[in-house]
């Protein structure tokens, strides 16, 4: 059997081009459904609570970081490396733990969620690393 077909649990973790993608547009949907009912629906509850930035804060990194994705999913048609699979990993949890953590504490205002969201910071900062490494060895680290 040939090594080079069979991938480790790891590697089927890996976005592909077409998965982040994908992923890209579903979570570009769900901020704008998302925003658009904090913004609306949600708009009274959060003002009781005290939470309306928070949850607008959650909203802005939805949105910045599914435009990340769709970036990301692009550069990987043209350039075949692996960083950019593990930059779309870490922005994919990034916004499920950072994201989702902080809609959840603007929604019900327990502040317990706060310690969450740091872990979800961390994949967002190590994504945006990730995506700059591949960068940096496409365009400046060839041995040309």
Do not use: R
Request: include cysteine.
């Amino acid at each position: 059997m040939n090594e080079n077909l069979v991938k480790t649990p790891f590697e089927k973790m890996l976005f592909s081009q077409k998965k982040t993608l994908l992923i890209a547009s579903i979570s570009g949907f769900l901020a704008v459904a998302i925003g658009a009912f904090g913004a609306h629906a949600l708009k009274a509850h959060l003002l009781l609570i005290g939470k309306p930035e928070v949850f607008e804060t959650a909203s802005k990194y939805h949105f910045y970081h599914s435009f990340l994705l769709l970036l990301i999913g692009i550069l990987q048609f043209n350039i075949k490396t692996k960083w950019l699979s593990y930059a779309s990993c870490a922005i994919f949890y990034g916004l499920l733990f950072f994201c989702s953590t902080l809609y959840t504490l603007a929604l019900t205002g327990v502040g317990l969620l706060g310690a969450i969201a740091p872990v979800g910071g961390i994949f967002l900062l190590l994504g945006w690393f990730l995506l700059g490494k591949a960068v940096y060895d496409e365009f400046y680290n060839k041995n040309s």
